[in-house]
């Protein structure tokens, strides 16, 4: 999975999105074999990413 920085998330947040991988059976499997809690994904191409620490918890004190 590509893994997204601040630098490259700040260019376009609206492009980026934390999804819960047990709600989406596309989401990918971690390296273990195991489903990923949450997940990120990339809206514009339809791929599943792998966020940086900043990014993600930025990410998860929005949804709260």
């Known amino acids: ?4 920085d601040m630098q490259v998330f700040s ?3 609206k492009r980026y999105e934390l999804r819960s991988g047990k709600e989406y059976e596309d989401a990918p499997s971690c390296p273990f074999g195991n489903t990923y809690q949450w997940v990120g994904y990339d809206l514009e191409n339809k791929k ?3 966020y940086t620490k900043g990014v993600f918890k930025k990410l998860i004190n929005l949804n709260n």
């Open 48 to 50: 599943y990413v792998r």
């Open 11 to 13: 260019k376009d947040p």
């Open 1 to 4: 999975m590509k893994r997204i």
